[in-house]
């Protein structure tokens, strides 16, 4: 369905583009805690950033960087650290998702233990989203015959 | 059909603007919106988990749990659009 | 008088609520009727965010938090996070039922060649 496009103004720009895209992604998840951001606004820049460079160069490009049975394997990692964290604070003696008890394996305190717990469960819902966006565009912009097994 | 469309679509729209009489003004800072559990959340997001940005300290840590439902919710799309389109050839 | 000056934010978005209806109903194309729904949808998300807005208030993130622990902090300074936090949630939701959507519409013109719904139903009846 998307036909390669060949123009060197749109390549060059994009080429130059997307690593500071995804620094920009990276920095809006990271910076959760005393900015506008988080998990999923980051997500979705660091997927939009791989959906440029599909559509500024070929499919097969970004095939070559990420291929879809590595994206599959993303979407559940994110949810794995999600519900990891969950059920880590479960065994440390603690409730479901209740980060102050994170204090006992962390050298901080249990009021910054909090603000750690929060950040890990960003960066996982970061990583599921990313990967989401990407699976959900290579599905409607491709022909079938590029995936499957 | 587009007559019965748009009369609907008029008759909808007043409903709701009548309905809206009763709502608080905009910017009212005593709207029951406003009243019963988020001036805690203001107050102690600080103290209790140092993170100034109130909306991600509701989002993952006071109502954490619903941010692992709608985690789900995104991954249960990608998984829906991967079994509607991929055809997988044996 | 005091009802259009006082409320007419809510008014704007029943407007825009209301285009994204009768897209959905009025119009014979799939996409067109997708393309309304979204209209619905966002239209919701701001109507939400307008209710917890506060006169004179700033953005729910404490300046100069990081440090520093103990701070005054006044409820009535800050705009209520909540509809913020809940409209973050609907804006998935949104995004995952397009691109569902969007993938069964795929399917749909894959069997029947088209997109408009009367054609779609008079070749369902052969």
Partial sequence: MIAPFEDVIIQ??????????????????????????????GGVILGASFILLCLSYDIQEMKKRLSPRANVIFFSVGLIIYSGIGVLCLLLGGKYLDYSWLHKILPVGPVEARSMGIFGIEVGVGITVMAVMISIFLDLASEEQHLGS | MKLIALIAVCLTGGLLIYGTMDMPRWGDPRSPASLHVSPRYIEKTLEETAVPNMVTSVLADYRGYDTLGETTVIFTAGIACILLIRRFSR | MEQIVGKYNYWVYIILMMIGFYAMIGKRNLVKKLIGMNIFQTSIILFFISTGSKKGATIPIVANGHGTMHQAIEAIQYINPLPHVLMLTAIVVMVSTFGVALALLLMIYRRYQTLEEDEILSLRKK
Avoid at chain 1, 14 to 35: D, E, K, N, T, W
């Fill in chain 1, 12 to 41: 060059t720009v994009c080429r130059f583009l997307i690593p500071f895209l995804q620094v920009y992604g990276l920095y809006v998840i990271a910076h959760g805690h005393s900015s506008p951001g988080g998990g999923f606004q």
